[in-house]
């Protein structure tokens, strides 16, 4: 193929596979952070997610992302012309040198995480064939638009031409965390709180799912950040040292306040932290310093270690809370931008460099009009969704468990080795044990 440039093509081909891996990441972070009774459920809702949205990304996600759309619309959405992507076979971006059809695999896995996330807000509650509903609407009326208007010459572009600077969002922090953030803020509000919040101990079931899961989350987010940068250059070594050494401060500062709060330091925090960090850096991992990467981690895993708390405050029940790390670390991520932006990057500097105050008025821009149409669309369709067919599981369903309930399987076959366990033979001089009651 002319123009083919082998090592960018290979570079995204690795990038998708990595941001691929951070789903099932989060499937095993969102389920170490559940109940035992419900970990099974949660863990399908990221696996459903990457099945549902994969196909529909195929047959028309990248093309209203990416493709012409019809006059006015267009800044808005795109159309169908490349749908199910099959016109891309075989075609190069000239610019980029790699094949269009990589980089329709490689946005894929950004549209199939972000649906994603939002299922952690709404834990032990939701029916499960109602998110099956959710999810294919959501990522067409809510996703696809507003990754137009960040990365598809959407309405956003336009603001460059309105305050004579434009946005900066490398690689999807109003896109994929702010808007997954508001999501699930409206979901909670269609639910409402499980039976129990507020009242009932409701910790992780699972802190060693919760810590492997971060891990393949934080190694999967250099392919989801330095992967943006489009190319193996400097951009991309940029992003992952920013993407890095942010990571770590936030896991620091997070660890701090909960020493200050607590008196201690936990696993949870630590994992917690890092995930608040990562998503800090997403849309600035290629315009911040690694010095300055450092403190909007600092900065994000400090206010996001109290903000996870305004739940209890405001009485919105985000389980595992997304809201109080996507959403509020997103928003961090991009404002900060507007504030410490360096112009050694290759893109405009911030006020403390002397930048414009109008890229800071772009940002909150982006930000403000995300949060608004995210929360606004999401409310609509969880409440249609709730209406037809009901989104929020029965009382008895919720106290049972969804595992065994909504999918008749369980996480820990305690039942099963206590039958195992009673019916072996009983070694010589041993008594045999006595059926106990799990709990």
């Known amino acids: 193929m002319e123009n083919l440039d082998t090592g960018t093509t290979a570079w995204l081909l690795i990038s998708a596979a990595l941001v691929m891996l951070m789903t099932p990441g989060l499937a095993f972070f969102y389920g170490g952070m559940s109940r035992a009774k419900s970990v099974l459920n949660m863990m399908l809702m990221s696996f459903a997610s990457i099945a549902i949205v994969s196909v529909l990304w195929v047959l028309v996600g990248y093309s209203l992302t990416y493709g012409e759309g019809y006059g006015p619309l267009t800044h808005f959405i795109g159309g169908f012309g ?16 790699y094949p269009l059809l990589v980089d329709v695999g490689f946005q894929m896995m950004f549209a199939v995480i972000t649906v994603a996330l939002i299922s952690g807000a709404i834990a032990d509650r939701a029916k499960f064939g109602a998110w099956l509903v959710f999810v294919p609407i959501w990522a067409l009326v809510v996703y696809f638009p507003v990754a137009r208007w960040v990365w598809g010459g959407g309405w956003f572009d336009q603001l460059e031409t309105w305050f004579g600077v434009g946005i900066v969002d490398f690689a999807g922090g109003t896109a994929v965390h702010i808007n997954a953030g508001a999501a699930a803020l409206a979901l909670t509000f269609v639910l409402g709180r499980r039976k129990g919040f507020g009242s009932e101990s409701m910790r992780p079931h699972n802190l060693p799912f919760v810590l492997l899961g971060a891990a393949l989350l934080w190694f999967g987010w250099f392919g989801f950040n330095a992967g943006s ?16 050494v942010c990571t770590a401060a936030a896991t620091g500062a997070w660890m701090l306040v909960e020493r200050i709060r607590y008196g201690k330091v936990t696993a949870l925090g630590f994992a917690s932290g890092a995930i608040a960090g990562l998503v800090a850096i997403t849309p600035a991992a290629a315009n911040v310093t690694p010095l300055w990467a450092v403190v909007l981690g600092l900065l994000s895993g400090g206010v996001c270690a109290y903000a996870i708390s305004w739940k209890f405050k405001f009485k919105y029940d985000d389980a595992l809370d997304v809201v109080g790390i996507h959403m509020v670390g997103g928003i961090i991520g991009s404002l900060a931008l507007g504030l410490f932006a360096s112009a050694v990057t290759g893109g405009p500097d911030g006020i403390f460099f002397g930048g414009s105050p109008m890229f800071f008025v772009v940002q909150l821009i982006a930000v403000v009009a995300t949060i608004v149409y995210s929360f606004g669309v999401t409310w609509l369709i969880a409440k249609v969704i709730d209406l037809a067919v009901g989104f929020r599981i029965p009382e008895h369903v919720e ?18 080795l206590d039958e195992q366990e009673l019916s072996s033979p009983t070694p010589p001089g041993e008594e045999k044990p006595s059926k106990q009651v799990q709990v």
Request: glycine share 16%.
């Open 229 to 244: 940068a489009y190319a193996a250059d400097a951009t991309a070594g940029l992003a992952l040292v920013n993407t890095q």
């Open 82 to 97: 490349d749908f199910g992507s099959g016109g891309f076979i075989g075609e190069i971006d000239a610019e980029g040198g």
């Open 399 to 416: 106290t049972n468990g969804l595992d065994s309930e909504l999918h008749s399987e369980s996480a820990y076959a305690f039942e099963e």
